[in-house]
């Protein structure tokens, strides 16, 4: 686990004063620790519960309350893939399985080069190009192997 | 009695309001409005099947369990979370109700461990009487699926255990983390299937937990149970008796497996704790069979010979003959006695009239001493009684709390817990104090000023707050007018509104900013009800005395006195320190506070008891210590107290102790003043016997006995053959008759016995005539004195001033693990949290000094050094260094001084000039100390027949 600079914790305490003044401005602060960060760090969470008078515990209750909170870096692209009803009725389950077989990762992992984390999610809202999925942030409709194997010759050569 | 069981309705019944009429299966019930249907439904005995909910929490509807049937409502309302409405028609036995609930039951089932015949909680379990409630007979879902089956266990709180795999994450634990406790320390870690209970992803032991057991009692399986229940199994009756640890007096329900105490569980119907706790009463009670009791009376010529066991006989006969030999060659006057806050009041009573009956003088004190005696002088001066003002509940209404020298999460942590509740619904705060306390900013709590004095200045900050009320004319002139005493109110107004006393004029001497003790003047006259909550850190002052009479004038001035939510209450520090000052512990005073002098009074007790009795106070416990060192004052009979440990100016104590001739300790242990001993008695914890304590809001509360006396006697059959041993016959065949006599010779105790004690719970004194069901607020209408008595409050500083030798200012206090001089808690499991006295400095004093966090540092004042670890803490001011005196071997009070309060003789342990400095080694004190532990607590190995 990386360990926060001075710079890095000066920057923490920046971006929890910029939101504190926010009505609920735990779950902003963690989004935007995240976004400076790429995850979460440990450390962080003892700072925020100081600075919002909350305790340890609440924090780290709203921290595992949402997948989407990262408490390690993740690789250096993410692939997040539905696995809600809609995706699963379109075959979305056999095509994860198979690029996953074929990273040698499960669910939440990053390949061993640090190039793709995959991550599950459970509805993007895109049933209509069912199966989908979400790269580096960008929507990906009607996945097949194709465009997945695409995916990884991306990450591959970048 | 049986096992008791209290009725659990689930949700709370609110107290007041217009009632609702509706028909639950059949039947018209009338309950208050706000009232939840399964509350309403418990009020009629129909206890409608739940998990999630218990009535000290909030509803909170997650189990699914409690649905019911309302008619003209669509589906199944969960009962916890719908409050009754007038007219509702409810069904909560229908078939389709019961479908329902077995197939929640199922869901259940499907993730927890069968184990339920192995189970610690077997007998005691929700879960287990829920599946029986609604007839589970299979579970269609198997168990194979997936499962917590093989969650691990947390076993790091040497109290309790949590069990993963038997958790149903009702989160009735995190609630009452919460909502009861007030210490947030626990959570729902995860989400969906993946929910487990969490103290915040690390274990018990190194969380934010206190260990306080609100959680492990509001548990409704085997997933948090005490360590005992595992060990011993389900106890098989209850005994409601009293803790005997701080001045709060929780209820609790000792549950009993024979004479062997299983566990101590907080009685919802105490009116002190209303079934909450803290971890010295709820799990700190191991002392009590501890292998260090001693439990065979000793005696020896000399301290430096070892003990020598005997029977209670010859102890006793020797004790008396030594006193006699000592008054007839000393006088009358060269003996005297200490009665214990740790013992009941009954107890006490009778060791104050063994004294003034006796041994025929008033050398009787008391821990009160260097305690609370300031609050007695202070209180009764200018209100008339010698106690607090309020009931605990008081605090519910209050709508500004001011907090002076007081640390309750520490020290009063029950009563802390009511606080803080408070304080979240939105009560604003002020705190006095030169630590940042706990209180001033922790999860959900935020004092809106806190005014961080120097230890020594907290007349001239009364004063200046007070000022600020009179000059801007914050006083409440009607409450005043028709209240106090004007010509004495007048004089004080003019004084205090002289400039000197102004925020600004003191700010130098304070160091706290003019600006916030304005804001925080304004606040406290202006916020609504307004209530002072203090403790030793106002008392333990040479101007104790000043500081409680300006806190009652600041009271009077605004009219915060005689109504809810108000009041100056002192958060008394031991479990009778109350009931050991009412029952006339000190030399001037009998019981009720009425002096020797009046003869009125004198007579009635000299009839009764058949002697005649000094009108001339006797010596204070410093007095005596100082003859003792003179040579005029040579013998002690000591029940249940440690001044070695405790008192002031140890050195000095123990040299007066050395100087007597006859010193009887009766204690539970060989404690650190039974070194100086002659004649050690047995002693019995409260567990042991029958009688009373009084807490801090004049409650008086039933002590029960749960096993037989250890040593054979209890603590007031000891006294009572003491005495027959020195020609003053006593007789009583049961505590209950001590309380009759009590009751026979103090007006305030009048109406008080045992029958009615058992009738009402409990009883706050006065109980008499006027007051039959006792008295929760004082001064209602008027002042017990007659008019409020305004008393001119001149800040003198102290003379224990720092200089080039001693820079710093030592202050001391407690932490809340262990309790007072440790004798009990140190036996316990609760040194795990607090292993040794540490020093509390500011990052620039350590610095400074070369100190790092962890060094062995040697603390030194004019009167004596030790050396301890360092602790560096931003919670102290620079300038300002913190210990506790809770382990002999630290010595803490081989660094306070004579010092005292001018009126009271209260020692100023609160302010002491120091040096701090790195060492490398224990100071000579405490080389002795080791020394002289080992020499002056041999035991012979010969013991008597």
Known sequence: ?158 | MPLIQELDYGTPIPVIGKTVSLTIDGVAVTVPAGTSVMAAAMTMGTAIPKLCATDSLEAFGSCRLCLVEIEGRRGTPASCTTPVEEGMVVHTQTERLADLRRGVMELYISDHPLDCLTCSANGDCELQDMAGAVGLREVRYGYAGENHLDAPQDTSNPYFTFEDSKCIVCSRCVRACEEVQGTFALTIQGRGFDSRVSPSGTDFFGSECVSCGACVQSCPTAALNENSIIALGQPEHSVITTCAYCGVGCSFKAEMKGSTVVRMVPYKHGKANEGHSCVKGRFAWGYATHRDRITKPMIREKITDPWREVSWNEALNHAAREFERIQAKYGRDSIGGITSSRCTNEETFLVQKLVRAAFGNNNVDTCARVCHSPTGYGLKTTLGTSAGTQDFASVDEADVIVVIGANPTDGHPVFASRMKRRLREGARLIIIDPRRIDLVRSPHIQADYHLPLQPGTNVAMINAIAHVIVTEGLIDEDYVRERCDLGDFESWARFIAEERHSPEAVEAMTGVPAADVRGAARLYATGGNAAIYYGLGVTEHSQGSTMVMGMANLAMATGNIGKAGAGVNPLRGQNNVQGSCDMGSFPHEFSGYRHVSDDATRNMFETLWGVPLQSEPGLRIPNMLDEAVAGTFKGLYIQGEDIAQSDPDTQHVTAGLKAMECVVIQDIFLNETAKYAHVFLPGSSFLEKDGTFTNAERRINRVRKVMSPLGGLADWEVTVALSNALGFPMSYSHPSEIMDEIARLTPSFAGVSYEKLDQLGSIQWPCNEAAPQGTPMMHVDRFVRGKGKFMITEFVPTEERTGPRFPLILTTGRILSQYNVGAQTRRTENSRWHEEDVLEIHPFDAESRGILDGDLVSLESRSGDIALRALISERMQPGVVYTTFHHAKTGANVITTDYSDWATNCPEYKVTAVQVRRTNRPSDWQARFFAEDQELKRISANAAE
């Open chain 1, 1 to 158: 686990m990386p360990q926060l600079s001075q710079a890095d914790l000066k920057r923490v305490s920046e971006i929890i004063a910029a939101h504190s003044s926010l009505d609920g401005p735990a779950v902003p602060i963690l989004h935007a620790l995240q976004e400076e960060f790429g995850y979460v760090p440990e450390e962080t969470l003892s700072l925020l519960a100081s600075a919002l008078n909350l305790s340890r515990a609440e924090i780290h209750g709203t921290v595992t309350f949402y997948h989407d909170f990262r408490s390690k870096p993740a690789g250096k692209h993410v692939l997040k893939l539905c696995r809600a009803e809609a995706c699963q009725a379109m075959n979305g389950p056999q095509i994860a399985e198979a690029l996953l077989t074929q990273l040698g990762i499960t669910w939440g992992e990053t390949t061993p080069d640090g190039a793709l984390t995959v991550e599950g999610v459970f509805c993007l809202g895109l049933c209509a190009c069912a199966p989908s999925g979400l790269y580096d942030g960008e929507p990906i409709g009607r996945l097949n192997a194709e465009l997945l194997e695409a995916v990884v010759q991306e990450v591959r050569g970048a």
